[in-house]
């Protein structure tokens, strides 16, 4: 039984990569949410909205050992400190090991959801730049 199926979800608005530090909870908004997993590294950090902790938690993170919500929950980080390319990454390597362990279709769509909205952000900002 994994982990992940009986982890919390915490749920941030990506509002987030632009300053304010705010957990969905029932809003209504068209703002694009991204979830970090409970129980994994830089969870309680990002919660507490301590960035520059959780950086440092996810680079003392071995990826060999990281597990898909590690992995997951790293993305989130990368993406909070605006390094898409490195989240982008992350987030596709945590689908990738999601999909070797026993994890929930919730699990994974998150995983999936958060992918994609670091992706769209990469393009954007990619796009800003040129």
Do not use: H, W
């Amino acid at each position: 039984m994994s982990l992940l199926k009986n982890s919390k979800l915490y749920t941030l608005k990506f509002e987030l990569i632009f300053g304010a530090m705010a957990l969905a909870t029932g809003q209504a908004s068209a703002a694009p949410e991204l979830v970090i997993f409970d129980g994994f590294v830089a969870y309680d950090s990002v919660k507490a909205s301590k960035l520059d902790e959780a950086q440092s938690e996810v680079d003392a993170v071995l990826s060999s050992k990281a597990t898909s919500g590690d992995l997951n929950n790293i993305c989130v980080v990368y993406a909070l400190s605006k390094n898409y390319v490195a989240a982008e990454s992350s987030c596709s390597d945590a689908i990738t090991k999601a999909k070797g362990e026993t994890v929930s279709r919730n699990t994974l769509r998150s995983m999936r959801s958060n992918l994609k909205i670091v992706s769209e952000y990469l393009q954007d900002y990619s796009s800003t730049a040129d």
